[in-house]
C-alpha cells in the first residue's frame, strides 16, 4: 500500500522532471505490477533529494561553456586525488 510519503516523493520527481521539461512516463506508470511498482518506490526513497537548483546551475554552466575551466578541472583532480589518498 501506497504511503503518504511515497506519494509525496513521486510528486517531487514527477514535478522535477516537468521543470526540465520531461515529458515521458515514468517507469512505474507501466509497472506490470503492484510488486515491481513497491520495489521501484523502495529504490527511489533511497534516493538523495534532487537539489534542481544546482541542476540548473550546471545546466547554465554547460550552455554557457563553462563547466571545463582548468580551475574546475585542477579542483576535481585535487579532490579525486585527496579522496584516493594520493
Known amino acids: 500500500m501506497m ?3 511515497d506519494r509525496k516523493l513521486m510528486k517531487q520527481h514527477l ?3 516537468l521543470a526540465f521539461g520531461r515529458t515521458d512516463h515514468p517507469p512505474f506508470a ?3 505490477d503492484m510488486a515491481d511498482t513497491l520495489r521501484f518506490l523502495e ?3 533511497r534516493m538523495p533529494d534532487i537539489r534542481f537548483d544546482k541542476v540548473r546551475q550546471m545546466r547554465d554552466l554547460i550552455a554557457r ?3 571545463e575551466t582548468p580551475e574546475r578541472i585542477e579542483g576535481t583532480v585535487r579532490r579525486l586525488m585527496d579522496d584516493l589518498g594520493l
Open 3 to 5: 504511503t503518504s510519503d
Open 15 to 17: 514535478e522535477g522532471d
Open 30 to 32: 507501466e509497472a506490470p
Open 43 to 45: 529504490k527511489v526513497s
Open 65 to 67: 561553456g563553462n563547466l
